[in-house]
């Protein structure tokens, strides 16, 4: 594999992100059949796994004296603002618990860099099938661990949530909860839609799609499902380098959209009150523009030094519910959570939407439009949520910040173009086929 040791990881890094999918795709029985053996701590058990990979990557990749930017960027993250969160004075546990839910970031990260991109949104695909058989069963069945509850550490938590949106119940299926099921379906059918597969059994991937999602209340991922497979389409007409430039421009816009948002909400901005269709209505906008942003926003008080460096790992988000209830904030943004997260330093992964594209165009136009697709379900889904605590699409914004980190593996491909060359030297990656 070109002499570089880190490529010997793609077929534990295939595993690891297999052992993370079935987790998070069952994650309500198998939590549910592992309390009722005593052993619930196992279900933690490939987050941990994952974790060990990652931070043997690292040491591997700095211990060849190669340059490799992923691994640079997952150690100093880690060295940076979880010593940061420390001296705040966070406790130990929540600022640990905090790093454990960039797991998936990470390991997408690695995914690129060791050229298994193809491989693993391969898996990913697989879950939409998982997801979609969990919910329709969940509405003719109501699965027992739906509403129930688990005690680990000395902390509460729920084997799958049980509520409801305008008297409408909310769907897990057999994840642990409703948006987690609406994620799975939602990036598998775009990604399944983005294949070669015939267009009748594509229309029937998208109604079944919206149906299953449907039926988990989640907005978010039902955008997903309208607008990327359009953006898509009109990507895929368009001649030429016009496709770059559209690509460009649509994440632009999403960016302003998911970007801007928050923004207007923290310079007072309001949507008034209106009513709902079914579950369809402006009330999430209004709650997150009223309460959870504001209360996001007040994690950076005092403005020194937290409105540069955020307040680390931890400090928002599932560790602040485990550990600080009192304060917790969802983030319910993927820029609110990064810029809580870690200040100024969330303009990094702004570029990273960015960053290598026109490389990628150039260079391999099919991994450009697979990459495109993954912004914009990222950017969608980010819109009205942190993303990163999500394993899914927290693995996808990692395989985002893989490409803008290392453009050559993300183009997958054994022969580059000269730009993509170390001067004088061999091609710098493997074949990837997808």
Not at 202 to 207: M, P
């Amino acid at each position: 594999m070109n002499g570089n040791p880190v490529f010997s990881f793609r077929g534990l890094v295939l595993a690891a992100l297999a052992l993370m999918l079935a987790t998070d795709a069952l994650g309500g029985p198998i939590r549910y059949g592992l309390q009722a053996l005593g052993l619930v701590g196992i279900s933690y058990a490939p987050f941990l796994a994952v974790a060990a990979l990652v931070a043997a990557y690292a040491l591997t990749a700095l211990g060849s004296l190669r340059r490799d930017a992923v691994a640079l960027a997952i150690s100093a993250l880690p060295a940076v603002w979880l010593s940061y969160a420390l001296l705040l004075g966070q406790p130990p546990a929540q600022v640990a618990f905090g790093l454990y839910t960039w797991m998936p970031v990470f390991l997408g990260m690695v995914v690129v860099a060791t050229g298994a991109t193809g491989g693993a949104l391969r898996l990913v695909a697989l879950v939409w099938g998982v997801a979609v058989a969990g919910v329709l069963a969940n509405l003719a069945y109501r699965f027992p661990w739906v509403g129930g509850s688990y005690e680990i550490f000395g902390v509460q938590a729920e084997f799958a949530r049980e509520w409801q949106a305008f008297g409408v119940d909310r769907l897990p299926g057999f994840s642990r909860a409703s948006f987690t099921a609406a994620n799975q379906i939602a990036i598998g059918g775009a990604l399944l839609l983005a294949g070669s597969m015939p267009p009748a059994r594509k229309v029937v991937v998208w109604l079944v799609s919206v149906v299953a999602i449907g039926l988990t209340t989640s907005k978010a991922p039902l955008a997903v499902m309208f607008a990327a497979p359009l953006c898509l389409l009109l990507h895929d007409r368009l001649p030429g380098r016009s496709r770059f430039r559209f690509s460009q421009s649509v994440i632009g816009c999403l960016l302003a959209v998911a970007i801007g948002l928050p923004v207007a909400a923290r310079l007072g901005l309001r949507f008034g009150e209106g009513g709902n269709l079914a579950f369809l209505s402006l009330g999430s906008v209004v709650a997150r523009m009223e309460e959870m942003w504001p209360r996001a926003y007040a994690l950076l008080d005092p403005v020194w030094p937290r409105l540069l460096l955020g307040v680390g790992f931890g400090g928002i988000g599932a560790g602040q519910a485990y550990f600080d209830p009192a304060r917790f904030s969802p983030g319910d943004n993927l820029f609110v959570f990064l810029v809580a997260t870690f200040g100024v330093g969330a303009l990094v992964f702004v570029a990273a939407f960015w960053r290598g594209n026109a490389t990628l165009f150039e260079a391999a136009p099919p991994r450009h439009r697979l990459f495109f697709l993954l912004a914009m379900l990222v950017l969608i889904l980010g819109t009205m949520a942190n993303v990163v605590e999500s394993a899914l699409s927290g693995f996808l914004l990692g395989l985002i910040a893989g490409k803008a980190l290392d453009p050559r593996a993300a183009a997958g491909e054994s022969v580059l173009s000269p730009s993509l060359r170390r001067p004088g030297g061999p091609a710098l990656v493997a074949p990837v086929r997808i």
